[in-house]
């Protein structure tokens, strides 16, 4: 039997299942790991970020608050504090301003670069909070007003929102670090006529830093106007915006404090110890739960399948011989093969007990012939009904002679189809010796005739070889209508020998043919010895060629004759001379 393809074996079916419940673990495993590991790296990049952010909110605060850093020590000592975090602050040569702890100038020794500029007037956009510009809208500088100026400037926003409100715009007043309020429409609506003119007008504490505004300007490209707000006037490009900050940053600069270089890093204590949240714990769980319920059942859903064709096997072999039935072969792998080996097995053991019972009967029925002849003359002369002359014992010892013969062909079949018959090979001449058996089995009514070219010299067992062509002349002879002829062909080619024996007799039917070896078999369905022998000559012969390495084989036509071949290997010494 073939060897199982590989990809329906019983061995790839179980890996495929192991790797299949590997696979879902690991999978599963890396799977929370890295949603676990995404959570607690984008809470923690979150936070640091947002901290990050908060320190330099509050120290560009400082910074457009202040002239300088002089006082920022124990604003940098609290926010460190806050954010659990090393802040320090240095000059852009990295000379410390100050620091959180006294171990703050170590965040400088290992960082090569800083975490941010601290500069109101040039805000970093990645970390800035503020929007709308590069200047920190609290540098105030020479811009703040007084407490009567915004007062005023306050109940002319009001006036405005309640002029907006009778439009059904709803509007709201929003202060800058100046003092100056601005009106900012939450809704939308028709376009409405509501004139803001004090709000769009400098004020007493304006006046003179806008005219220096607009004077630093003028170096720019010409005489410009500045609103309160920082725009231009009639600004159609963005050239003049960009001077009017370059101005603003010179006039800012003296109320400010300087630049300055801001490190930020964990602080210097141990890491905590990993503590898993009962969430976290819940989903390792669960994970882990359906991960052994998925392995649970592959692996009994690949068991049961295993398991069920092999009780069925079980089963059928428990069954006594009389009942057993074929199993149903499901699966093409070591199982089906197994189950298709069983269902060979049982119907060859089962054509062995019918060919058991069958020999039997045969045996049974080959020596009863014989031995009732026996028995009935023996009791008759007994009896004294006949007496003891020569023609009775001659009767006697004929029927023990065919006795004797039925047990030796038995004996030598057996011995055969045991593989334990030897054969004794010699140089024989061949031709001579096929002449002595057709001489043996001469008789009136069939003529024997031998064709051969030469004498050849082989090794073969004489003796086995007289055997194995007697049976198969007798049998020609015997089944040959009296004018007929038995011819034996004798022929040596390529170190083999072959022997056809061939008679014109009755022939044998073509489904009768493949039995026509059998023991016991004859084509006469009445058994009886006139029409044959006992029916073991045909399987001798075959099983001794087999015995010399060669076989027999038959070819008939029914009402044309038959030929039988006996084809065995030999060695060539030569050929005898006619």
């Not at 069920?308 to 428990?318: K, M, S």
């Not at 007990?353 to 008759?380: C, G, K, S, Y």
């Amino acid at each position: 039997m073939n060897a199982v393809p590989l990809h329906r074996s019983l061995l790839t079916r179980l890996l495929a299942a192991s790797l299949l419940i590997a696979l879902c673990a690991i999978a599963a495993t890396a799977w929370l790991s890295v949603q676990l590991t995404k959570r607690a790296v984008t809470h923690e990049q979150s936070r640091t970020l947002s901290a990050d952010t908060d320190i330099y909110d509050a120290l560009i605060e400082y910074a457009a608050t202040h002239d300088s850093w002089d006082g920022a020590g124990s604003k940098i000592t609290r926010l460190g504090e806050l954010t659990r975090s090393r802040i320090a602050l240095t000059t852009p040569g990295r000379t410390l301003i100050a620091g959180s702890s006294p171990d703050a100038a170590d965040a400088v020794a290992v960082s090569e670069v800083p975490t941010a500029t601290v500069d109101p007037l040039f805000l970093d956009p990645g970390i800035a909070r503020v929007s709308g510009g590069r200047i920190d809208p609290r540098a105030v500088g020479p811009y703040r007003l007084t407490g009567d100026e915004r007062r005023a400037l306050r109940q002319a926003a009001e006036d405005q929102i309640d002029c907006l409100s009778a439009y059904g715009i709803q509007a709201e007043v929003v202060d800058t670090p100046s003092g100056r309020p601005t009106v900012r429409q939450i809704s939308a609506g028709i376009q409405a006529s509501c004139p803001a003119r004090e709000l769009a007008t400098p004020v007493a504490s304006e006046r003179e830093p806008l005219q220096d505004l607009s004077a630093r300007m003028a170096e720019c490209g010409g005489p410009v106007k500045v609103t309160p707000q920082f725009t231009v006037a009639g600004e159609t490009d963005g050239s003049s915006q960009m001077c009017l900050d370059e101005a603003r940053r010179a006039q800012l600069q003296p109320y400010v404090a300087p630049p300055a270089l801001l490190f930020v890093t964990g602080q210097a204590v141990p890491a905590p110890s990993v503590d898993l949240s009962p969430g976290n714990r819940l989903r390792i769980v669960a994970t882990a739960a359906a991960v052994l319920v998925v392995a649970c059942a592959v692996t009994v859903v690949a068991g049961l399948r295993l398991v069920r064709p092999l009780r069925v096997l079980t089963a059928a072999a428990r069954r006594p011989v009389e009942s057993q039935q074929a199993v149903p072969v499901t699966t093409r792998d070591e199982i089906g093969y197994l189950a298709t080996a069983f269902n060979d097995l049982a119907e060859r053991r089962q054509a062995v007990e019918r060919q058991r019972q069958a020999m039997v009967n045969d045996i049974a029925h080959e020596l009863r012939t014989p031995l009732t002849t026996i028995r009935t003359w023996l009791e008759t002369a007994r009896d004294g009904a006949v007496p003891v002359d020569a023609e009775v014992l001659d009767l006697l010892v004929e029927e023990a002679v065919l006795l004797h013969h039925v047990v030796d062909d038995l004996r030598d079949l057996a011995a055969a189809e045991a593989g334990n018959l030897r054969v004794h090979p010699s140089p024989t001449y061949v031709k001579d010796l096929l002449e002595q058996v057709l001489d043996a089995h001469r008789t009136a009514a069939v003529t024997l005739a031998l064709h051969a070219s030469g004498d050849p010299e082989v090794t073969v067992d004489p003796v086995r070889l007289r055997q194995i062509v007697g049976n198969l002349v007798s049998n020609a002879v015997r089944h040959t209508p009296p004018g007929g002829s038995v011819t034996v062909d004798l022929s040596v080619r390529e170190s083999r020998l072959r022997i056809a024996v061939t008679d014109t007799g009755t022939g044998i039917s073509a489904e009768d043919l493949p039995k026509v070896f059998d023991r016991f078999w004859r084509a006469d369905t009445s058994r009886t010895r006139a029409t044959g022998g006992s029916g073991l000559g045909l399987a001798i012969a075959r099983q001794l060629a087999r015995a010399h390495g060669g076989d027999v084989t038959a070819l008939s036509t029914p009402g044309i004759g038959s030929t039988f071949t006996v084809d065995i290997p030999v060695q060539v010494f030569g050929e005898a001379p006619e």
